[in-house]
């Protein structure tokens, strides 16, 4: 198992039935294909519906149906179509009840950045500022370094998504959320220990009194 396919198992555990999720594009629709059984939940995607089903198979995408990152997707029965503004009126309305984003960096102060690499091509901010805001919980999915250096850090350096949005933070070696403490590892996956988390984030964080083995 990749990395990228544990961190969207275990994000997958974090939604529960009935609820509306926003996934991001790239690693975060991953986050779809492993729901747990039993488990009903609507996908919204902010270029304007509701239902997203599983990606189609190859040779039978449909090129007028895709999400807000331009991948082919189906619908599921009882999907909708709207236009922008009801979509965004979904988010800032408070009507999502998790968004999963990637990000570039995320810092102690649950800071976030995704959208911009300063002189570097990039998608752009698309829904992401309304999400992290509208949502009512922020769950960032990423591998824990990008080619070795620490993303988790104590300040991030790009510029910012938004401020002090984050809850949760699920990488392939572990789970932290942000508490009136700070950021705690919560979670660690039994291939990596502490120490190993600690030599690739830069950021303060303390560990959990029950910390628990990342299942996935």
Known sequence: MNAKEIIA?????ELKDGDVVNLGIGLPTM????IPEGVDVTFQSENGFVGLGP????GKEDKDLVNAGGMPVTIVPGAAFFDSATSFSIIRGGHVDVTVLGALQVDEKANLANWMVPGK??????GAMDLVVGAKKVIISMTHTQKGKPKILK????PLT???QVNMIVTEMGVMEYTDKGLVLTEINPEYTVEDIKAVTEATFTVANNLKEMEF
């Open 121 to 126: 091509m990039v998608p752009g901010m698309g």
């Open 31 to 34: 986050v779809a294909n492993y």
């Open 55 to 58: 990606a189609p198979e190859e």
């Open 9 to 13: 198992r275990r994000v997958a555990k």
């Open 155 to 158: 300040e991030c350096t790009l």
């Open 162 to 164: 938004a401020e002090g």
